[in-house]
Structures are given as structure tokens and as C-alpha cells.
């Protein structure tokens, strides 16, 4: 039979758990290529935990180029162009014709859209806003913490609240003088 092609355009959760989905299911019958424009992959749902001290950043990346002995093959290039009638993904460097076409390139940030937020706040959903948050909690000598849900849809509905709560834990337990205040 002949072999089909399977691309998978982003080599976050939805892209590595459909790779490797696929992969046990297909074998030998498809190739499977990922295309990520990174070259690690970094589990962001393990923020929340890196914030408060009991995760460490190099445990929870993993370059994608691990994908390779699994026999998935990883490209590490920028989707700028899907070309449906033809089958075909431009990056940057290459075209590569598909059979079936999976697209899990997540959802852009764009904290410039509102002014000051990033000089003011800490982003959660960044590896290095939350490393500069986890830094900065240590000397955090008290006041209000609000929450900041800057419009809709937003990836994860659950990570804000998560780390309200969280939050609200840890002051309990290092600063009993602050509270975590969640603004929507
Ligand atoms: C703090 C936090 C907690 C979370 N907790 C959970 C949880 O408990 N459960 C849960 O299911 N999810 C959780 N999430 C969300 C989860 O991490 C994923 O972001 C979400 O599931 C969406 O996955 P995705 O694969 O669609 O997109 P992403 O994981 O965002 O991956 C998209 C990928 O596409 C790549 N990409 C984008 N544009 C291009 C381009 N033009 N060319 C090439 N590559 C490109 C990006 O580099 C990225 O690797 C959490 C997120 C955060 C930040």
C-alpha cells in the first residue's frame, strides 16, 4: 500500500499528542512530520507548578527533535503558507506536499494590545514572565495581586484561576499578610 504523508503543522500538545496518536495507529503505513517553528517543546500546563518553586524549567522542555527516534520526523521551520487545492505548507526554507493536513498552531499572544501590561505584569503564559514571577513572589512583601484576563478566547480557562488559588495558598503559607485578588 502505498505510504501517505501526514503533516502536523505545530509541535505543542494538540501536535504532539496527535503525532504520536497517529503514529501507533498508522506504523509504517504513514510518514508523520511535525513543523514547529521552535525547536523545544515546553509543557506549559507545568507553569503553574515552575511559578511557585517545585518545577524547574530545564524539566520541563523537551527538544522536539526527540520526535526523530520515534519515527516522526521534525522540521524546525515557520508555517507561512497553506496552500489547500495543491496540498501543500510553505516554511520559510521549503514546500512539503501532504495527504492529510492537521493544523495545531495554537493560539498567538499578543500582550502589546494593551498598554503598560507588559511592562506592568508578569505573563503566565510565557516561560519567562512566569521565571520573573516565581524571582519576584520571594520578595513580595505584601499588597493586592489581581489577575488579569485581557479578553476572550485566551488558551487554558483554567490556568488563571488555578493560579488564583494557588497563589492564595502560598500567601497563606509565606505571607499572611496578602491575599491574591482575581480580576476577570
Ligand atoms: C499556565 C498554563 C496551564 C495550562 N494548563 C492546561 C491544562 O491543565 N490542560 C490542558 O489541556 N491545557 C493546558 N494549557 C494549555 C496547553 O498548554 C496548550 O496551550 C493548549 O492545549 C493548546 O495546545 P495547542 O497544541 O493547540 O497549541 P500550543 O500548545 O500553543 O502549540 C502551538 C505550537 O505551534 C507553533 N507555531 C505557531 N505558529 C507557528 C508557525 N507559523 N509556524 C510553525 N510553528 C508555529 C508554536 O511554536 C507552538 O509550539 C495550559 C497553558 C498554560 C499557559
Redesign the pocket.
Given at each position: 500500500m502505498e505510504q501517505k504523508t501526514i503533516i502536523i503543522?505545530?509541535?505543542?500538545?494538540?501536535?504532539?499528542?496527535a503525532s504520536h496518536e497517529l503514529k501507533k495507529k498508522t506504523k509504517e503505513l504513514a510518514r508523520i512530520m511535525v513543523?514547529?517553528?521552535?525547536d523545544m517543546?515546553?509543557?506549559?500546563?507545568?507553569?503553574?507548578w515552575l511559578?511557585l518553586g517545585q518545577r524547574q524549567a530545564h524539566k520541563i522542555q523537551k527538544p522536539?527533535s526527540s520526535l526523530n527516534r520515534k519515527g516522526i520526523e521534525f522540521i524546525n521551520?515557520?508555517?507561512?503558507k497553506i496552500e489547500p487545492e495543491r496540498k501543500l505548507v510553505r516554511?520559510k526554507n521549503a514546500n512539503f506536499h501532504y495527504d492529510y493536513l492537521i493544523i495545531?498552531?495554537?493560539?498567538?499572544l499578543a500582550p502589546e494590545k494593551v498598554p503598560g501590561l507588559t511592562e506592568a505584569g508578569y505573563d503566565?503564559?510565557?516561560l519567562e514572565g512566569?521565571e520573573r514571577l516565581r524571582e519576584d513572589l520571594k520578595n513580595f512583601a505584601g499588597g493586592k495581586v489581581a489577575i488579569i484576563i485581557a479578553s476572550l478566547p485566551f488558551?487554558?480557562l483554567?490556568?488563571p484561576y488555578?493560579?488564583a488559588f494557588l497563589l492564595d495558598e502560598y500567601f497563606q503559607k509565606n505571607r499572611p499578610c496578602a491575599a491574591a485578588h482575581h480580576v476577570a
Open positions: 503543522l505545530g509541535g505543542g500538545t494538540g501536535g504532539l499528542v513543523i514547529d517553528k521552535n517543546h515546553i509543557y506549559a500546563p507545568s507553569f503553574l511559578m522536539l521551520d515557520e508555517v507561512v516554511t495545531a498552531l495554537g493560539a498567538e503566565l503564559y510565557e512566569v488558551k487554558c483554567a490556568a488555578e493560579a
